[in-house]
């Protein structure tokens, strides 16, 4: 699929803190710096990967974006049109075109609602298609996702994991969106469904255009669906390339422990690992200079102090560093 | 080689409402001194049922209906609870999925440990705790006799997965038992537990089951490796066999469905999949309870129970495997 010139999303210096409040006052005494100035752009039809541990802000970043989250700072330009500038009105018809699959399919589906209810929801929701043509339609996207149309009235709990996640996406199909946010669809099921939910996304992706930011913590998933990659560490994008790139070699020395810390299924693949010291800080406090340096294998006196800004250092790759 | 554990012919029941479900069925392995065995299955397919039984901590309405289970040539299923007690956290201990949860919030981490050596030896409690700070030493835990006043909320993930380990080994057992112990944490952290463990083992002569739905941490660390399906084992041989040369059309599935990390040389567009999902426990067929996913499956396979069979170095379910 070709990159059209202007990117389906384009977000800039977007930032997102959670203030911490104590005393008898709730004053707010410190902030979460969860997402930390990041810029990244996605193009149409392309799968961008947002990869990270635990805490490093990848989730609040997709959320940023839907606005399901207010961002505190920086722009985000989706379809051509600036969705920090929306009210409320007009969001809600934007948000036709971007849509979320959730990770948990056991938390995310109401259950006290039929398939029919929650695959219709978004329907009913922007006004668009009720009685007869509203079940037709359900039961289209429930086909599209590998799902027999009878199962319309049954209830969540009488799916398995990867059915549910069917579920979720038929849902986030609905209103044809453009953009779906993944937020780690496949990390709650079991391997042999995983790969069948992976499939089921890459196949809607060439049925449909659409596009897609990946959010996980599963670097294999993410090297295979993804076109491109974006590592984040503490709330900072710390390396940004396409997955051959990020994932074949590596240059951030994050990424490169990161990477080596993946259990290969090879015995014969074990092998000399960069093993980090301790775990990661608190976004609360973050490092001064560059957030990695407290376990960086090279860092110098420079990290210390300076903040690293993400620049380009190669083709199509940008990466926060000093020595590079 | 001597065996420390041996399990055999082991089957677990539930007696649940709705019928009979054979959570564990027929299943045998042994784990030499100072081995791993490496158990690995998704979701349902009994490992952790596996794990339970060895320690005899099913609780109703399951029970363990058949076997034997041999700790150092003592069968384990033949003791009173009363002797058991004295084997479960010192001649056998349990690492589990999430510390949190393991852990008791309100007392102190060295006390916890310390607890553990209390409850098997006759020694002072000044020595207890001195042994708990030893063996949080040994985890590689900084700082250890300030960090032992530490209460479990204010440690991280990583480092409360240390103490389970530090508890688990305060007693010299000759087995652990790990289950999914890496599981709720990141990688990087995993890497570090990973590593602690295997050199632990190393170090003092452990045996180690460790199990996990994760194959890369299995072929990390397991020299033998068995694969469980719906309650049976499908496939056990040395990792590197069962690994470079799967011969059960699950465990061939099972590695051929997960993404690997360099996949990008030659992107694929699909994944290879295992069609269809792991059959319900209640109602199992006749014969392989595989069949109806397997792309080898006959008449054959649905007509009779089939039997692990030797098959060079692993023992295989299947009757497609020659």
């Known amino acids: 699929m070709l990159a059209e010139a202007e990117p389906l999303l384009s977000v800039r210096n977007l930032k997102k803190y959670f203030p911490i409040r104590g005393g008898v006052l709730s004053r707010v005494s410190a902030y979460v710096k969860a997402v930390d100035d990041i810029s990244f752009d996605i193009n149409k039809g392309e799968t961008f990967g947002l990869v990270g541990e635990s805490g490093c802000g990848k989730?609040?970043?997709?959320?940023?974006?839907?606005?399901?989250?207010?961002?505190?700072?920086?722009?985000?330009?989706?379809?051509?049109?600036?969705?920090?500038g929306l009210?409320?009105?007009?969001?809600?018809?934007?948000?036709?075109?971007?849509?979320?699959?959730?990770?948990?399919?056991?938390?995310?589906?109401?259950?006290?609602?039929?398939?029919?209810?929650?695959?219709?929801?978004?329907?009913?929701?922007?006004?668009?298609?009720?009685?007869?043509?509203?079940?037709?339609?359900?039961?289209?996207?429930?086909?599209?996702?590998?799902?027999?149309?009878?199962?319309?009235?049954?209830?969540?709990?009488?799916f398995s994991g990867g059915q549910r996640q069917r579920i979720g996406i038929a849902r986030a199909l609905a209103l044809k969106p453009k953009l779906i946010v993944a937020d780690e669809p496949v990390s709650a099921l079991d391997v042999s469904i995983q790969a069948q939910i992976i499939n089921l996304l890459a196949d809607l992706q060439q049925q449909f255009g659409l596009t897609y930011l990946f959010i996980s913590h599963a670097i294999p998933v993410i090297e295979h669906i993804s076109t491109r990659i974006g590592v984040m560490y503490l709330g900072k994008l710390v390396e940004v390339g396409t997955s051959a790139q990020i994932c074949l070699a590596p240059k951030h020395p994050y990424t490169q422990a990161l990477l080596s810390a993946v259990p290969i299924p090879d015995p014969a693949a074990r092998k000399q690992r960069i093993v980090l010291r301790g775990d990661v800080p608190t976004p609360i406090n973050p490092p001064a200079g560059c957030r990695f340096h407290t376990r960086c294998p090279i860092a110098v006196d420079r990290c210390k102090v300076e903040e690293p800004p993400l620049r380009e250092i190669e083709e199509g790759r940008d990466a926060a560093c000093h020595l590079l | 080689?001597?065996?420390?554990?041996?399990?055999?012919?082991?089957?677990?029941?539930?007696?649940?409402?709705?019928?009979?479900?054979?959570?564990?069925?027929?299943?045998?392995?042994?784990?030499?001194?100072?081995?791993?065995?490496?158990?690995?299955?998704?979701?349902?397919?009994?490992?952790?049922?596996?794990?339970?039984?060895?320690?005899?901590?099913?609780?109703?309405?399951?029970?363990?209906?058949?076997?034997?289970?041999?700790?150092?040539?003592?069968?384990?299923?033949?003791?009173?609870?009363q002797e058991m007690r004295q084997v479960r956290g010192a001649q056998i201990s349990m690492i589990f999925q999430?510390?949190?949860?393991?852990?008791?919030?309100?007392?102190?981490?060295?006390?916890?440990?310390?607890?553990?050596?209390?409850?098997?030896?006759?020694?002072?409690?000044?020595?207890?705790?001195?042994?708990?700070?030893?063996?949080?030493?040994?985890?590689?835990?900084?700082?250890?006799?300030k960090r032992a006043k530490d209460y479990p909320h204010q440690l991280s993930g990583g480092m409360r997965q240390r103490i389970?380990?530090?508890?688990?080994?305060?007693?010299?057992?000759?087995?652990?038992?790990?289950?999914?112990?890496?599981?709720?944490?990141?990688?990087?952290?995993?890497?570090?537990?990973?590593?602690?463990?295997?050199?632990?083992?190393?170090?003092?002569?452990?045996?180690?089951?460790?199990?996990?739905?994760?194959?890369?941490?299995?072929?990390?660390?397991?020299?033998?490796?068995?694969?469980?399906?719906?309650?049976?084992?499908?496939?056990?041989?040395?990792?590197?066999?069962?690994?470079?040369?799967p011969k059960h059309p699950y465990t061939e599935g099972l590695l051929r469905s997960v993404p690997r990390l360099g996949s990008s040389v030659?992107?694929?567009?699909?994944?290879?999949?295992?069609?269809?999902?792991?059959?319900?426990?209640?109602?199992?067929?006749?014969?392989?309870?595989?069949?109806?996913?397997?792309?080898?499956?006959?008449?054959?396979?649905t007509e009779r129970p089939i039997l692990l069979e030797h098959i060079a170095e692993q023992e295989v379910r299947c009757i497609h495997a020659r």
């Open chain 1, 59 to 84: 989730t609040t970043a997709g959320r940023a974006i839907l606005r399901l989250l207010q961002p505190d700072a920086g722009t985000i330009r989706f379809d051509g049109i600036d969705l920090l």
């Open chain 1, 87 to 158: 009210r409320k009105q007009e969001l809600r018809r934007k948000r036709r075109d971007m849509q979320i699959i959730f990770q948990d399919p056991y938390a995310s589906l109401n259950p006290r609602m039929t398939i029919r209810t929650i695959v219709g929801e978004p329907f009913a929701i922007h006004g668009l298609a009720s009685g007869t043509e509203r079940e037709h339609l359900v039961a289209d996207l429930l086909k599209t996702v590998g799902l027999d149309p009878v199962v319309m009235r049954r209830y969540p709990h009488e």
């Open chain 2, 1 to 81: 080689m001597t065996d420390v554990l041996e399990v055999r012919n082991l089957k677990t029941y539930f007696y649940t409402d709705e019928g009979i479900v054979k959570a564990v069925d027929d299943v045998s392995f042994s784990v030499p001194k100072g081995r791993t065995l490496g158990l690995v299955g998704e979701s349902g397919c009994g490992k952790s049922v596996t794990a339970m039984s060895i320690t005899r901590l099913v609780s109703p309405p399951g029970r363990i209906v058949g076997g034997e289970i041999l700790l150092n040539g003592r069968d384990l299923l033949s003791m009173s609870e």
């Open chain 2, 98 to 145: 999430e510390p949190m949860t393991a852990l008791n919030p309100v007392l102190s981490v060295g006390f916890q440990i310390a607890e553990a050596v209390l409850a098997h030896e006759k020694v002072s409690r000044r020595e207890a705790w001195s042994r708990a700070v030893e063996a949080m030493k040994a985890v590689a835990i900084p700082d250890p006799e």
């Open chain 2, 164 to 245: 389970m380990i530090a508890m688990a080994l305060v007693c010299h057992p000759a087995l652990v038992i790990a289950d999914e112990p890496t599981t709720a944490l990141d990688v990087t952290i995993q890497a570090q537990i990973l590593e602690l463990l295997d050199s632990l083992r190393e170090q003092y002569h452990l045996s180690l089951i460790l199990i996990s739905h994760d194959l890369g941490v299995i072929a990390e660390v397991a020299e033998t490796v068995a694969v469980m399906y719906a309650g049976k084992i499908v496939e056990i041989g040395p990792a590197m066999d069962v690994f470079h040369n």
């Open chain 2, 266 to 301: 030659q992107k694929k567009d699909r994944l290879e999949v295992i069609e269809g999902m792991v059959p319900n426990l209640l109602h199992l067929p006749e014969g392989c309870s595989f069949a109806a996913r397997c792309y080898k499956r006959t008449v054959e396979c």
